[in-house]
Structure formats: C-alpha cells, structure tokens
C-alpha cells in the first residue's frame, strides 16, 4: 500500500509517482497518479500485491520510489526496500560530487551510476553539519 499522511489544515491536489527500480536505475514499474488529499488525513493511493509489483525480479535488487508532488514541489520523498537492508546485493557505486557557488552559498550536486546506501556528507575540517544526511541517491 502507499498512502499518504497530511496534518495540512486544507485540502491539496497533488501527483504521486510510483516507481520500482533495480539499483541501476533500470525501471520495472511505472505510476503516476492525480490525487485529492484531504485536510488531517491518512488514506491508502494505491495498492498492489508485492508479487505482482515484482514481477518474478529479485527483491534484493529493487527498490520502490515514491515522490509527492504539489504545487510544483516535491513535498515527499521515500524509498522502500523489498527486503533488509544487510541482504541487499548493491554494487559499489562511483558517485560523483560537484560543489556549485550560487547567492545563497554552496549547493553539492552528487551523481552516482548504482544505487548508494546511507551516503553521508562531511567536510574536511568538520565545522558543519548538514541537515540531510545518511540519503540514499539513486542513479542518474
């Protein structure tokens, strides 16, 4: 099931993707869906047998994806292991960093060509700490 959770106080239209793809990036499954979420609610998007999502795929090589957007704006983000994380088979991933000066500071813009678990971000003196860390990039 995917559902969604608003403590919103006002009602928003939206579009959900649903995606599950192997730690290449290669996709097996494809949704997009308009939906209508009410105000203070939680309520199930799409449902699907996790056999028929799989498609007879190894599971240890699958991840789903799911992105709420609304108003233009990407407003969730998840992804979703079909089995634990120490069984998955990842491959070992060549990210990619480029550090890019804009008028507000810095921006960090990684590519990687497999999936990366729990990426993590430092700098060499260690003086910062970033608000999103141990992510999950997926291919480009």
């Keep these: 099931n995917v559902d969604v959770n608003s403590d919103s106080i006002k009602?928003?239209?939206?579009?959900?993707?649903?995606?599950?793809?192997d730690f290449n990036g290669k996709m097996s499954f494809n949704k997009e869906l308009n939906i209508y979420v009410t105000p203070l609610s939680n309520a199930i998007f799409f449902?699907?047998?996790?056999?028929?999502?799989?498609?007879?795929?190894?599971?240890?090589e699958l991840v789903l994806s799911t992105v709420l957007t609304m108003h233009g704006l990407a407003v969730s983000k998840n992804l979703l292991y079909f089995d634990h994380p120490n069984l998955?088979?990842?491959?070992?991933?060549?990210?990619?960093?480029k550090i890019i000066q804009n008028t507000s500071g810095?921006?960090?813009?990684?590519?990687?060509?497999?999936?990366?678990?729990?990426?993590?971000l430092s700098l060499p003196n260690g003086d910062y700490n970033f608000s999103d860390n141990f992510f999950d990039p997926l291919p480009n």
């Excluded at 009602?11 to 793809?21: E, P, R, S, W, Y």
């Excluded at 449902?47 to 240890?60: C, F, H, R, Y």
């Excluded at 998955?88 to 960093?97: E, R, S």
């Excluded at 810095?106 to 993590?120: D, Q």
């Design 47 to 60: 449902s699907i047998p996790t056999d028929e999502l799989l498609k007879g795929l190894n599971k240890k």
């Design 11 to 21: 009602a928003v239209d939206g579009t959900l993707l649903i995606k599950v793809l």
């Design 88 to 97: 998955l088979q990842l491959q070992k991933p060549d990210i990619k960093t």
């Design 106 to 120: 810095f921006e960090i813009e990684l590519t990687t060509n497999s999936l990366a678990k729990r990426v993590f």
